[in-house]
């Protein structure tokens, strides 16, 4: 999956199969990122648009995401 923010600032968390949070980052206007493995949140910082390019196929879109409970305390 790669993400282009056309504009905007996001935060980029990242997290361990167990949903424990292991990095984090902010993406500007222009920043470009590539997503290869484990699970990854955003956080809108302020108004956004981004390109999002997954490579699929998904069988459908319930297959598409899986949702992680995340361990708050980091």
């Known amino acids: 999956e790669v993400l282009h923010l056309e504009y905007g600032q996001i935060e980029v968390e990242f997290f361990n199969p167990s949903g424990r ?8 206007e222009g920043d ?11 956080r ?8 999002e390019i997954k490579q699929g196929p ?13 361990d708050s305390n980091g």
């Open 58 to 70: 998904y069988e459908s879109r319930e297959e598409d995401k899986k949702y992680l409970k995340v």
């Open 21 to 28: 949070q292991i990095a984090g980052c902010l993406l500007n």
């Open 44 to 51: 809108i910082l302020e108004e956004t648009k981004m390109l």
């Open 32 to 42: 470009t990122i590539l997503l290869i493995s484990g699970g990854h949140g955003f």
